[in-house]
């Protein structure tokens, strides 16, 4: 992968930056159609069950990535197009444009991530119709090819946020930016589900949940540079928890009906992926903020500010999580000592991905052109 | 104009086609049972129903769970035992199979270690409580390939999105101060 300088300031340069947010619109509806479709497919195998490769669910998983990956291949194209014919290239489509194949094609970073994710895909998705013809279709989501999926999808998230963020002089852009982080953690929350193989006495899963919710949240506020990323990031993703929380056992059961199918019997009321995603994740956030707010009062937050807002946050999330089990479920609320030992080992993870999304936050910035001096 | 008319209407009548054709193509599988063993729970003989045999780890298939005298005026629980830790999991209940509903059953699970498997079923109804166990239901080797290598292969995209943000790290290095 080679770095290439493209050339700049254009009349050219400045038509493709005033249409730069249709691509990145149709990449995050893309990413929006597959997180519907996931929501969707865990919630129709809790509630009704039978699978097979063309449920509605998993059309809509497909289609997303599919749309996905289309609109990252066309954007290296016609960026690889218009370097050679020596056109400008704006860096606000998708970030400074690197060589891929050599020089053979011209990527802008953001869309060449988008694109991989997209064609990772298709292959897991081989991988796991051979994995069904083995084990039949086991519905579990932490089978290996399940999980090599949904990571095939997380890498076009990340690198749909990374589209948004070049354009982040733009309203667009950041308005975006944080929108595709919370569809990226909404999504993240059932490949999480995968550590559950790891045998520990503190869930794995309520662990590698926090971690990656610190991230994400600390991460909007490191791109963001001023109060507000963090909360922004965790108001949409509680949005998107309301509104799954609704859809996805209406969608499941309308379905169902459609199909002439029953639901299962002792179906529950608890829609199957909001229930992942911590519920407090708007309390956290403001805390993580807070404590940002308060170590750079003087000026810009010391580098040690965003780990420290990630272990505060983190202690909240895991603390949190045992009463959101009992207040969902309805099981025994675990001990104080247990609930306490959670909390701790949430903190020492969250200090860990506030470092990583304190500074991952201010890589971001630096997508958008011509603010490459600045720093977070 | 036309020519894009024209490529419209056959992409509608192909699409209403798939359609049209979508209900039998996304038609259900019956629950085909090839194998089954009794249970005796106190008063009440249960016979159980494998869809596939032998039974082999990780392989998913119909289970269904038929007392004598039907389920209609029964409920019950039904708990395994996993031969690698030795633990019983947590009762459910017996419900009916999505999609055979006459009868309690479990639909494409997969038992996901081999070795002995036991199943504990408890049956309340007209005779009283009744409980009782299939002690010994083989299951053998998982097929395709080691566990280990699958999940080798299926987290590559996550060391590849770490290698991506190594290297961007790196590079950052002197524009970043955090």
């Not at chain 1, 084990?135 to 932490?142: E, L």
């Not at chain 1, 589900?193 to 193989?197: F, P, Y």
């Not at chain 1, 992942?276 to 519920?279: D, E, I, K, R, S």
């Given at each position: 992968m080679d770095l290439t300088v493209p050339p700049t300031g254009s009349v050219a340069a400045t038509r493709s930056a005033s249409r730069a947010w249709l691509p990145a619109s149709g990449l995050l509806a893309g990413t929006l159609v597959t997180l519907v479709g996931l929501t969707w497919d865990v919630e129709w195998h809790d509630d009704v069950g039978p699978d097979t490769f063309f449920t509605l669910p998993h059309l809509f998983l497909y289609t997303g990535s599919a749309i996905a990956g289309l609109i990252s291949l066309v954007v290296v194209l016609s960026t690889t197009a218009a370097q050679r014919a020596g056109r400008p290239v704006d860096e606000?489509?998708?970030?400074k444009a690197v060589g891929v194949f050599g020089r053979t094609f011209a990527a802008p970073v953001g869309y060449l991530i988008a694109g991989t994710g997209g064609a990772l895909f298709l292959l897991y998705g081989l991988w796991d119709l051979w994995w069904h013809s083995l084990?039949?279709?086991?519905?579990?989501?932490?089978s290996p090819p399940h999980i090599g999926l949904l990571l095939s999808v997380m890498v076009t998230m990340v690198g749909t946020v990374m589209v948004f963020a070049a354009a982040r002089d733009h309203r667009w852009g950041v308005f975006g930016t944080l929108a595709s982080i919370a569809v990226l953690l909404s999504f993240s929350s059932v490949t999480v589900?995968?550590?559950?193989?790891v045998d520990t006495e503190i869930s794995p899963v309520t662990i590698g949940m926090t971690f990656l919710s610190v991230l994400l949240v600390v991460l909007g506020r490191g791109f963001f540079g001023r109060p507000g990323g963090a909360l922004g990031a965790a108001v949409l993703l509680s949005a998107w928890q309301a509104f799954s929380w609704w859809f996805s056992p209406w969608a499941a059961h309308a379905y169902a009906s459609a199909v002439g199918l029953p639901l299962r019997d002792n179906?529950?009321?608890?829609?199957?992926m909001p229930s992942?995603?911590?519920?407090c994740l708007i309390g956290a956030a403001l805390l993580a903020e807070l404590v940002l707010w308060v170590s750079g009062r003087n000026g810009s937050a010391p580098r040690w500010a965003g780990a420290l807002s990630g272990a505060v946050a983190g202690f909240v999330i895991a603390g949190a999580q045992p009463f959101q089990d009992t207040w969902l479920y309805d099981v025994r609320l675990a001990g104080a000592g247990e609930i306490l030992a959670t909390a701790g080992v949430g903190a020492v993870f969250g200090l860990l991905g506030g470092f990583l999304g304190w500074r991952f936050g201010g890589m971001l910035r630096l997508l958008a052109p011509r603010r490459d001096k600045e720093t977070v | 104009m036309r020519k894009f008319r024209d490529g419209a209407a056959a992409l509608l009548a192909t699409i209403g086609l798939l359609a049209a054709s979508a209900p039998p193509a996304s038609a259900y599988e019956p629950v085909n049972i090839v194998h089954t063993e009794r249970v005796q729970a106190g008063p009440y003989g249960l016979t159980v129903g494998f869809s596939t045999w032998p039974l082999k780890a990780m392989q998913s298939l119909d289970f269904t769970f038929i007392p004598d005298g039907g389920i209609a005026d029964k409920s019950g629980t039904f708990a395994t035992t996993n031969p690698e830790t030795g633990r019983q999991g947590r009762p459910n209940p017996l419900t009916r199979h999505p999609r055979k509903l006459d009868v309690w059953g479990l639909d494409?699970?997969?038992?996901?270690?081999q070795g002995d498997w036991k199943f504990r079923f408890v049956i309340d109804g007209p005779a009283g409580r009744g409980e009782g166990e299939l002690s010994k239901l083989p299951v053998l080797e998982q097929p395709g390939p080691p566990m280990a290598l699958s999940w080798s292969i299926s987290v590559l995209p996550l060391a590849g999105l770490i290698g991506f943000l190594v290297v961007a790290w790196r590079r950052t290095r002197t524009r970043v101060a955090g």
């Open positions: 606000v489509v998708g970030g084990y039949g279709f086991d519905a579990v989501i932490d589900l995968g550590l559950s193989a179906v529950d009321d608890v829609a199957s992942l995603m911590p519920a | 494409i699970r997969a038992l996901d270690s």
